[in-house]
């Protein structure tokens, strides 16, 4: 077995278009019985679903790490009968998909309802005999197949007494997920094959900035593992001496350490060290997904590092000509605005003629304790200029690069009333139904934010004294998938209008614990396994700390428990 598992993937990666079988087993998610004799009664933490002719049983199975499009190629839903009545013929039980959705905790006889052809499909997928204790098995294929290609919403199954008479005599008893015994809990076992042949989006706004006389970092947008949508797998990041074509880019240095791809719309960076003084450097960027399909080349931008022994940007910014010659007086820059208390604000610029910013070393700067700021610097000679602003709050969330006029006066560039937007953040990106999103960030104090949620005026939220801002959202009535949040700030007299935060994505998926997820492709499986692994190895703390799922500050076997929990084998 080991041997075909070989071949297999090892044309899986030799073509990328190949399209191959996949099995998973999926524990279910939600299961109870339900009781006409108790109609409003709720059963959903028993141990067993007790069935008889006035007793159904429910069951649901989160099967969305099954890719959209894929061919199901068969789909068993399997009950162990821990318990058979005493009577010798057996007992018929039908698989009737269900038509509306329901909750384990609150689902009873009358909530959502009992009514064939409403509430449940009033045919069965299949209907199965049972005689003994032990396993059994119904054919869903058909049901799982419309749950995947869209055609039918997944609400998984009532299992029905389908022909006999009423007696204690023939119930059965089937094992729900809260078992003790872990082989008699619900099981879904489905086989299908799909072909993702499409890689991920082109990264366009490779950046360089910070050049010190060994460093330079490296910034751009996370793309999507198909188009610009989704997480990728890695990135390939290489640097030269000389411009970065498609046909030399394998030849290149190759950089390692680079951060692992989070959620399409995500701003990533990493340090480059060990490079050589006043030399320029290329850099480009590539992609993969988990096939692997592989981006293009990224655009390639240069910039030099400094004089030996400077240890930050002296010259030769990235395309930009002149600015430490040329002659001409020396111009200044001023800027001021409003920020938030205890951030931190960088002064961007590139020249007309080039296209990278670089940061502004300042002569003088100050944030107060309300957040305006002022900065000022003296020693621009010879091209124009583009300036933008960088903000980072107290807990090291980023505005991104906001742009805004600095008018050229003789020989003075000056900005005047610069609001920034404020930054916004998630409890957690990766969220399950029964989760509450906690979106929050800081502004101006007593500024108003408005959010916006998936483009259209969610709510407006005031900043306390501190610019701490925060929002709870109810997720239920959201669709599963990526949503996204922007917002931006107001000042008190409605005078004043920031421009909107860069966009946020979190995701909605059908998973029991999303914090496992540690790719955010909406499943847990071997990837997620190797990231775990990685982390729980590392000496970089901050790097182990992300595997602290019970967020209790430590990790430990409690952790490693949660994890193995989750993963689909």
Not at 29 to 55: E, Y
Not at 255 to 274: F, L, Q, R, Y
Not at 356 to 369: G, H, K, L, M, R
Not at 535 to 557: A, F, P, Q, T
């Amino acid at each position: 077995m080991q041997r075909y598992f070989f071949i297999i993937l090892f044309l899986a990666f030799l073509s990328p278009s190949f399209a191959f079988a996949d099995t998973e087993i999926f524990v279910s998610s939600n299961d109870a019985h339900i009781k006409s004799g108790s109609p409003n009664a709720n059963f959903g933490s028993d141990v067993v679903m007790n069935l008889v002719n006035t007793r159904d049983g429910v069951v649901r199975f989160d099967i969305s790490s099954i890719p959209i499009g894929s061919t199901i190629t068969s789909a068993t839903l399997t009950l162990a009968a821990t318990s058979v009545g005493n009577d010798t013929v057996g007992k018929s039980y039908g698989s009737h998909r269900i038509l509306v959705d329901w909750a384990e905790g609150t689902v009873t006889w009358n909530t959502p309802g009992s009514t064939a052809g409403t509430h449940f499909v009033s045919t069965t997928t299949e209907t199965v005999t049972v005689t003994a204790t032990g396993s059994y098995n119904w054919n869903v294929t058909s049901d799982v197949a419309d749950f995947v290609s869209g055609n039918a919403t997944n609400y998984g199954w009532r299992v029905i007494w389908s022909s006999n008479t009423s007696g204690t005599n023939k119930r059965v008893d089937f094992g729900t997920k809260e078992n003790i015994t872990s082989d008699n809990r619900p099981v879904l076992s489905v086989t299908y094959t799909s072909s993702d042949t499409t890689a991920p989006a082109v990264v366009s706004d490779l950046a360089l900035s910070s050049p010190s006389d060994s460093a330079i970092t490296v910034s751009w947008t996370a793309p999507g593992d198909d188009g610009s949508t989704g997480t990728a797998t890695s990135y390939d990041l290489r640097y030269s001496t000389s411009a970065i074509t498609f046909g030399n880019f394998d030849s290149a240095t190759t950089v390692t350490g680079e951060p692992t791809p989070s959620v399409a719309g995500t701003s990533e960076s990493k340090v480059v060290s060990g490079l050589s003084a006043e030399t320029t450097y290329y850099f480009a960027l590539k992609t993969s997904d988990e096939v692997p399909n592989i981006s293009d080349i990224s655009n390639v931008p240069g910039l030099a590092t400094t004089v030996a022994g400077s240890g930050g940007e002296e010259s030769g910014e990235g395309g930009d000509v002149g600015e430490s010659g040329g002659g001409g007086t020396p111009r200044r820059a001023v800027f001021s605005g409003q920020a938030y208390p205890e951030s931190k604000i960088e002064i961007l610029r590139r020249s007309m003629l080039g296209e990278i910013y670089v940061q502004s070393p300042e002569e003088n700067f100050n944030i107060d304790a309300h957040g305006s700021f002022t900065f000022s610097y003296t020693g621009l000679i010879g091209d124009d200029y583009f300036f933008a602003l960088r903000a980072k709050d107290k807990d090291g969330q980023s505005t991104g690069i906001v742009a805004f006029n600095a008018p050229l006066q003789g020989d003075l560039f000056e900005a005047k009333n610069i609001l920034v937007s404020p930054t916004v953040s998630f409890n957690k990106s990766a969220l399950s139904k029964n989760d509450v999103l906690k979106v929050h960030g800081y502004a101006d104090p007593n500024y108003m934010i408005e959010l916006l949620l998936d483009g259209s005026r969610r709510e407006d939220v005031k900043a306390d004294s501190s610019g701490y801002w925060s929002s709870d959202i109810d997720i239920t009535y959201l669709s599963y998938g990526e949503h996204t949040v922007r917002v931006r700030q107001i000042s008190p007299d409605g005078g004043t209008v920031s421009s909107f935060s860069p966009t946020r994505i979190f995701k909605i998926l059908q998973l029991i614990i999303p914090e496992t997820d540690l790719n955010g492709d909406g499943v847990v499986d071997i990837r997620d396994w190797s990231i775990f692994i990685f982390r729980w190895g590392s000496e970089d703390m901050s790097l182990r700390i992300k595997n602290d799922l019970n967020n209790d500050g430590e990790i430990n076997v409690f952790d490693f428990s949660i994890f193995l929990q989750s993963i689909k084998i």
